[in-house]
């Protein structure tokens, strides 16, 4: 890195804190020092970038352990963070035995998705109004390390790890979301796996349902005064609820392999030491497609798929190292981890006509031209000329994601202030080789014949990114005001190496990101919060120079109340963007000349309302009853007219509406819980949404079905350790249309009911 950088970054470090302590001046300007009430001490927070230990479920866990899932970030405790945080905690992952990301993060205001093959394999979230398209406006994390193939150089999430085995989920936005980074637009979502158990402990779930769904889950774990260790494994299979014209499987499998072993080091005195080995193993078969259908064919049979779409297959395998190391005493930690992660995908697919598009044709089948691709891709027709060739192709993606970060946290005070600080360093490295080739292929009497002539390369590249990033935070609390001031700085390398062309790019980025954040308690339970903060999305490797990174300045302010686990909260936001960007992929249907092209949109405003409620009533007799609500509004505008070669925006104009950001999302859910059993009810409603970018009705093969789902579970525990539970995923099989990406209409998944039996020992 050069010197400049180093002297940018020096500066910056020093200089940055004090602005941004600036910033919240106004908040400081309460009564006199001489008359502040004692401090109230913040509590100890479980940093983002450090590896945190939630508690095994069927071990008793410590009160610190406990206390992890309800400290979150910034130094303060949920009830009392000066940010919109959400923490999915186990028992609520367990309720509804869910796979899908999607289905889980719906439960939490702000979260948007973007349906694709039903199962949740490769998501598409987004945050406050964020593209969703492949997570990649996410930051992604699974105990505080970035778990995206390569978050800096191609943040599209092809991996996301299952959720089944993951003990709960933080979802941060708002001013804490410069704590994690590079993407802080939205913010993240950090997925934590199980600990180490403090005791012997052994868990088994196996489960089976309709569409030869089949799931085995076991984990083992035990610890002594200096040593514990915890072995993991997951597979998860279906043959799919797509039928094939042609038949065969539309299903997919994945393992998922995971080993922790800790030592500590110095167990006992005022200074204590420790580390932790993570290792873990994933991969994956699918035969899953881009291809979808034409709205009257979805209609028509929702689960249809066309036999162009039959050779069409994902496979991939990823490797996973982690190494920690934590020192902390009674006010002071520092957790200190390696990582490195890799990945190899290969999904071939079918990527379109010779002559035509496939989106274009599935829009207009019956049109005079479109009619004819639309027979060969049904194989009703045969292919009969050159522009008739279907190309399929299998795309191959090695990645490469390590680096090395430290956070240190410190407690302490000066006079009547109480401060709980962070800081934390990473740098990281990733890098993303791309080799895709296509194959011509003839439909002849509804099978797909090879046309004979040479493979295609149509891309040959890496690109690679160094980034150095360095974040501090000091959440200051003074009797019922907390300030949290606090800063970001990102330092980004990239370089672009195109092999077909021989042309190399390399590009440079630096960023720095204040926020701040406060939070006023009005009583022991209600308070007032509010922050600001700069969000960032860094650019592709391979950008034009006038290609610039995309940014805004982001604003929150709602109020809380919450009381022993009981919470109510409501939360306006405004994210003004001075560059709104938009890169073009596979996913969103761009076709090779485009891909990974970046394109600026300039300037856009995404506001709107969440509204989060839950709640346990315990009228006595041994039964409780769990509610909880979850409710957005969005609305979004684009402020400049621009052209993008990506079919979701083509030709836009000013105050046109960004495409799959629903307008509402509601999330309820209910039950009743005895002693030795539980039954749960949950729907989701999620609005029409945009296709592309527009304004006014939507036109009708533009946009998606507004759609209302339920699911259900109960489960009898049969004895201390055995329990059986049914689960009933999209209870009244509610089918629509959830999107329209890559090529044509996709359905949602249809009624699924799973009925399984875990142990716990």
């Not at 206390?67 to 905690?89: D, M, P, W």
Request: glycine content about 10%; hydrophobic content about 35%.
């Amino acid at each position: 890195m050069c010197a400049r950088t180093w002297w940018v970054a020096v500066l910056c470090f020093v200089v940055a804190p004090g602005a941004v302590a600036q910033q919240a001046e106004p908040a400081n300007e309460a009564p006199g020092v001489t008359e502040a009430p004692p401090p109230t001490a913040p509590e100890t927070l479980t940093l983002p970038e450090t590896p945190p230990a939630p508690a095994a479920d069927e071990a008793v866990p410590s009160p610190e352990e406990q206390r992890k899932f309800e400290s979150v970030v910034v130094g303060t405790s949920e009830a009392r963070t000066s940010g919109s945080i959400h923490v999915l905690k186990p028992e609520k992952l367990q309720r509804f035995e869910l796979d899908d990301p999607q289905a889980i993060l719906q439960s939490v205001p702000g979260v948007y998705g973007r349906g694709e093959d039903g199962f949740g394999l490769r998501p598409n979230l987004g945050l406050r109004g964020a593209n969703p398209d492949r997570s990649k406006k996410v930051t992604l994390l699974e105990d505080g390390v970035l778990f995206g193939p390569a978050p800096y150089s191609a943040p599209a999430a092809y991996y996301f790890p299952l959720m089944t085995r993951m003990q709960s989920v933080r979802v941060l936005k708002g001013p804490s979301a410069i704590q994690t980074g590079p993407q802080t637009v939205g913010g993240s979502v950090d997925l934590i796996t199980r600990d180490i158990p403090s005791a012997e402990t052994f868990g088994l779930d196996v489960a089976g349902g309709q569409y030869l769904y089949g799931k085995a889950h076991g984990f083992f774990g035990a610890s002594t005064e200096r040593a514990g260790f915890l072995v993991e494994g997951l597979h998860l299979r279906s043959d799919g609820f797509k039928q094939l014209d042609s038949g065969g499987s539309t299903g997919f499998h994945r393992n998922e392999w995971m080993a922790k072993a800790r030592y500590r080091l110095v167990p006992e005195g005022p200074v204590r030491q420790s580390l932790q080995l993570k290792l873990g193993y994933s991969d994956e078969a699918s035969n899953e497609t881009y291809l979808g259908l034409s709205d009257a064919d979805l209609l028509a049979n929702p689960l249809r798929r066309y036999g162009a779409s039959r050779f069409d297959h994902m496979q991939w395998h990823r490797t996973q190292i982690v190494l920690s190391h934590l020192l902390e005493s009674k006010d002071f930690a520092v957790t200190t981890t390696a990582y490195r992660h890799d990945l190899d995908r290969t999904w071939r697919k079918v990527n379109g006509f010779r002559g035509a598009s496939i989106s274009e044709v599935l829009a207009d089948p019956t049109s005079a031209r479109n009619s004819i691709y639309y027979g060969v891709l049904t194989g009703q027709l045969d292919s009969s000329t050159r522009e008739e060739t279907i190309m399929i192709g299998p795309n191959h993606r090695v990645f490469v994601s390590q680096g090395l970060q430290s956070v240190a946290r410190w407690s302490t005070t000066t006079g009547p202030l109480a401060h709980s600080l962070e800081v934390g360093v990473r740098y990281h490295y990733d890098s993303i080789d791309r080799r895709h080739t296509e194959d011509g292929f003839r439909m002849v009497g509804g099978e797909l014949v090879p046309e004979g002539e040479p493979t295609v390369t149509t891309a040959d590249n890496k690109d690679s990114t160094h980034a150095v990033s360095l974040h501090a935070t000091d959440a200051i609390a003074w009797g019922p005001l907390v300030v949290t001031p606090g800063v970001r700085l990102e330092l980004i390398r990239s370089q672009s190496v195109d092999r077909m062309t021989g042309k190399t790019q390399r590009g440079a980025v630096e960023v720095l990101m204040p926020g701040v954040g406060v939070h006023g308690s009005l009583t022991r339970d209600l308070g007032l919060f509010g922050g600001v903060y700069r969000g960032f999305s860094p650019p592709a490797p391979g950008q034009p120079e006038a290609v610039l990174p995309e940014k805004s300045i982001n604003y929150e302010a709602g109020a809380r109340w919450a009381r022993r686990g009981e919470r109510v909260e409501v939360v306006g936001f405004f994210n003004d963007y001075s560059n709104l960007t938009d890169i073009c992929t596979f996913s969103n249907g761009c076709l090779n000349d485009n891909l990974d092209r970046q394109v600026d949109a300039g300037a856009a405003h995404i506001y709107g309302l969440e509204a989060f409620a839950e709640k346990t009533f315990r009228p006595g007799g041994g039964v409780t009853f769990p509610l909880s609500l979850a409710y957005t509004f969005t609305q979004t505008l684009l402020l400049e007219d621009f052209r993008s070669a990506d079919p979701q925006f083509g030709q836009v104009r000013a105050g046109d509406e960004l495409p799959y950001v629903p307008r509402h999302q509601l999330f309820a859910s209910a039950g009743v819980e005895g002693s030795r059993w539980g039954v749960y009810l949950n729907a989701a409603f999620i609005d029409t949404m945009r296709e592309k970018a527009g304004q006014g009705e939507i036109p009708e093969g533009e946009r998606t079905d507004a759609l209302l789902t339920f699911d259900a579970n109960a489960n009898w525990n049969l004895t201390s350790w055995g329990q059986l539970y049914l689960s009933a995923r999209n209870l009244l099989d509610q089918q629509g249309i959830a999107s329209r990406r890559p090529y044509g209409a996709r359905p949602n998944a249809p009624r699924t009911v799973i009925v399984g039996f875990k142990i716990s020992l």
